[in-house]
T-cell receptor
Framework: GAGVSQSPSNKVTEKGKDVELRCDPISGHTALYWYRQSLGQGLEFLIYFQGNSAPDKSGLPSDRFSAERTGGSVSTLTIQRTQQEDSAVYLC????????????FGQGTRLTVV | GQQLNQSPQSMFIQEGEDVSMNCTSSSIFNTWLWYKQDPGEGPVLLIALYKAGELTSNGRLTAQFGITRKDSFLNISASIPSDVGIYFCAGQRGNKLVFGAGTILRVKS
């Protein structure tokens, strides 16, 4: 597609349920990032994928968080047993340059855990 | 936590005024990027800087990559109401883009 696409745009879930957030990066971009943004806060790095290399998972806040990237394209961020503190906007970005460079963001998924 | 110090945290300015914000770090970055985020949207890339000392302009925006590679600034000239938003700096270190906490820009019309 023309830009990074994320779905759903909004998700309300009950505490304890699992959620999956999807990211479709720009076609041909080898690098993909997930960030979390709490209300009024900056961007917290979660995970980074680059081609077929092992992902950098150093930003995942707990073992309830996991992410996959299938076929080097679409990525899914999964949060298990959601907690209220997981409520935030989850942003995905992709880049054609190795290790950063010009990363382009999707519009994000606003997750609300009630 | 954040590894870039971005300032100011927020600012009100009069329409037509020039704006300046900056980011500093104790570590070296290879790339500096500046993004703007509007409410309900993802950050949009404004300017990318790849060389120490580089000065780049994009319309009313000007950004510089500090000589020490540990800082960058963004200037906005002749601000207008649509400049309202949150501005983020980002530095590339290894595989990560590290973001500043953001500068909230509010314009008095």
């Amino acid at each position: 597609g023309a830009g990074v696409s994320q779905s759903p745009s909004n998700k309300v879930t009950e505490k304890g349920k699992d959620v999956e957030l999807r990211c479709d990066p720009i076609s041909g971009h080898t690098a993909l990032y997930w960030y979390r943004q709490s209300l009024g806060q900056g961007l917290e790095f979660l995970i980074y994928f680059q081609g077929n290399s092992a992902p950098d998972k150093s930003g995942l806040p707990s073992d309830r968080f996991s992410a996959e990237r299938t076929g080097g394209s679409v990525s899914t961020l999964t949060i298990q047993r959601t907690q209220q503190e997981d409520s935030a906007v989850y942003l995905c970005a992709s880049s054609s340059n190795r290790g950063g460079g010009e990363a382009f963001f999707g519009q994000g998924t606003r997750l609300t855990v009630v | 936590g954040q590894q870039l110090n971005q300032s100011p945290q927020s600012m009100f300015i009069q329409e037509g005024e020039d704006v300046s914000m900056n980011c500093t770090s104790s570590s070296i970055f290879n790339t500096w990027l500046w993004y703007k985020q509007d409410p309900g949207e993802g950050p949009v890339l404004l300017i990318a800087l790849y060389k120490a000392g580089e000065l780049t302009s994009n319309g009313r925006l000007t950004a510089q990559f500090g000589i020490t590679r540990k800082d960058s600034f963004l200037n906005i000239s002749a601000s207008i109401p649509s400049d309202v938003g949150i501005y983020f700096c980002a530095g590339q270190r290894g595989n990560k883009l590290v973001f500043g906490a953001g500068t909230i820009l509010r314009v008095k019309s």
